[in-house]
């Protein structure tokens, strides 16, 4: 039986979340927020370097947009200082998962950026 596509709206775990992709030299960050209309969700990515001051203002403005969950693969010793900076700020949560986690999430995508702007990031269930 093929799967039908429901046209309802999921239900929102959390409202912003950030999903980071860690790299030797630079980080992307994919965030999701509500939309402009109601059940309507904003997907946008920023990109960063990876020199701690820099990384702190990226912890810094993920804040100011308020967002309260932050999750990322472990990429061994590039996930340390991201980890460090996101840690000296209030978010609710920040998860650093395995990649073999990552890759058995739904939908079985295997970049986790990818998965959070493919609409099926920790912000809805």
Request: glycine share 8%; charged share 30%.
């Amino acid at each position: 039986m093929p799967l039908q596509e429901v046209d309802r709206p999921m239900k929102v775990l959390y409202e912003r979340v950030a999903g980071i992709d860690v790299h030797k030299d630079m980080i992307k960050v994919g965030i999701r927020s509500p939309g402009d209309k109601p059940w309507t969700r904003r997907s946008e990515v920023l990109q960063y370097r990876t020199f701690y001051g820099v990384l702190q203002q990226m912890a810094a403005d993920l804040r100011k947009r308020g967002v309260t969950h932050v999750v990322m693969e472990a990429s061994g010793v590039y996930t340390e200082p991201v980890y460090y900076a996101l840690a000296e700020r209030d978010f609710d949560e920040v998860a650093v998962i395995n990649p073999a986690h990552a890759r058995a999430l739904k939908g079985h995508k295997t970049d986790l950026l990818t998965e959070l702007l493919g609409h099926r990031g920790r912000s809805e269930g």
